[in-house]
């Protein structure tokens, strides 16, 4: 028959079967296209739905599915996935996260060729999901996801707001948005995006099934005669690495092998906006060596005299300590105490000046005293001298 490509959404699980032959043709090589409703809007119903829609395309068929492909769009609906296929005969199915399925779709879709850097936009019931892509569609820059949300106009545009700053976040302008999803066909999405990035929007063939497409391409690339062919036609160390991690997700039986295909570094969880490390860089040129001479040998030290052996026989003779001898700093006749001369006193203040203020309504200078009673001449006499030097002063201005 060929591979197969599954993607979920609520309500239903949408399958693709490519030719095997032809799998990798844009315009062709998908050989039946389905749709599984799946009763309740849980991730155990969908996953239940899954393995029942892959039994239905095998059975239909006359050929065997070479290789099968599921998509995830988050951790706990890859969960509920591996949990219903690890133990039945669907175990081998790859696990492909939604990012990884919209770079392997583009990839194949001729009429981007022309497009520099890409924005995918994919909207299903229930769910929005978007992957920048660089210019030359080898890679995903940027991804992010918005989960629950509807298609009215207020839902898109957050929705195109979220995708505005993803965009900022790579660092990239794209040429085009590519709509993808059973929703694509939506009016108001495509609006909204015109306007919010003044940009083609261009909705993929068959956009229903874009994403489960990208699944079955992967699929084909894992096949043995697939990676043989990329091999020979790859060079030596350049070969593209489509497969990122392979896991044996196993609780303690046979479990499901699931190969989370992805495209560029960063983690599975579509739930927040990852950011690609980008390729790896170039090999640093190795520095010069530097021949540094080995540091002298030097000689050992003399060893330390050998300390006197005392027999039983021998006494050592007391010898008195040689005498001291003072210096002339020492002899107490020589020694003079200097004391410290005082300290010289502080210099007289500097004086103050203070202006006379004019006098008051009652003719007095500030601080001066009210004139002494007429009887008392004397006394008078000296505060009148006293007035006019005030009055003296205050025309002077000191």
């Known amino acids: ?206 956009s229903a099934v874009a994403t489960a497409r990208g699944a079955a391409l992967l699929a084909a690339r894992e096949l043995p005669e697939a990676e043989e062919s990329a091999a020979a036609a790859a060079p030596t160390g350049k070969r593209r690495l489509l497969i990122a991690a392979a896991a044996v997700l196993a609780a303690g039986a046979a479990g499901i092998t699931a190969l989370v295909l992805t495209a560029g570094s960063g983690s599975d969880e579509p739930t927040s906006p990852m950011v690609s490390a980008g390729p790896s860089p170039a090999a640093r040129p190795l520095a010069p060596r530097v021949s540094v001479a080995p540091p002298p040998i030097e000689a050992p030290p003399p060893p330390a005299p050998a300390a006197p052996v005392y027999t039983r026989d021998y006494v050592p003779q007391w010898q008195p300590p040689p005498p001291r001898i003072r210096t002339p700093a020492e002899t107490p006749d020589q020694i003079t105490t200097t004391l410290p001369s005082p300290p010289p006193p502080p210099p007289p203040p500097p004086p103050t000046t203070t202006t006379l203020g004019p006098p008051g309504p009652n003719l007095l200078f500030p601080g001066e005293a009210p004139p002494p009673p007429a009887s008392d001449g004397a006394a008078l006499q000296k505060w009148w001298n006293h007035h006019i030097e005030l009055k003296e002063r205050w025309l002077s201005g000191h």
């Open 1 to 206: 028959m060929g591979t197969v490509g599954v993607s979920t959404e609520r309500g239903a699980v949408r399958t693709v079967v490519l030719r095997a032959d032809n799998a990798s043709d844009a315009d062709s090589g998908i050989v039946r296209i389905g749709e599984k409703e799946s009763a309740n809007d849980d991730r155990l119903t969908t996953a239940a739905a899954i393995a029942a829609a892959l039994d239905d395309l095998e059975a239909d068929s006359d050929s065997e599915i070479q290789g099968a492909a599921v998509v995830y769009r988050d951790a706990a609906e890859r969960r509920a996935i591996v949990s219903q296929l690890a133990h039945g005969k669907w175990s081998a199915s790859s696990l492909v996260s939604v990012r990884a399925a919209h770079l392997a779709a583009v990839q194949q879709i001729r009429s981007l060729k022309g497009f520099g850097p890409l924005l995918v936009y994919d909207i299903v019931p229930g769910f929005k999901a978007f992957s920048v892509l660089d210019a030359a569609h080898s890679r995903i820059l940027a991804s992010d996801a918005i989960s629950g949300s509807g298609i009215d106009a207020k839902d898109v545009g957050e929705s195109v707001n979220r995708a505005l700053s993803l965009v900022e976040s790579a660092d990239v302008v794209p040429d085009a948005v590519v709509l993808v999803g059973s929703l694509a066909e939506s009016e108001v999405v495509r609006k909204a995006l015109e306007l919010g990035f003044s940009v083609p929007v261009v909705q993929a063939p068959e």
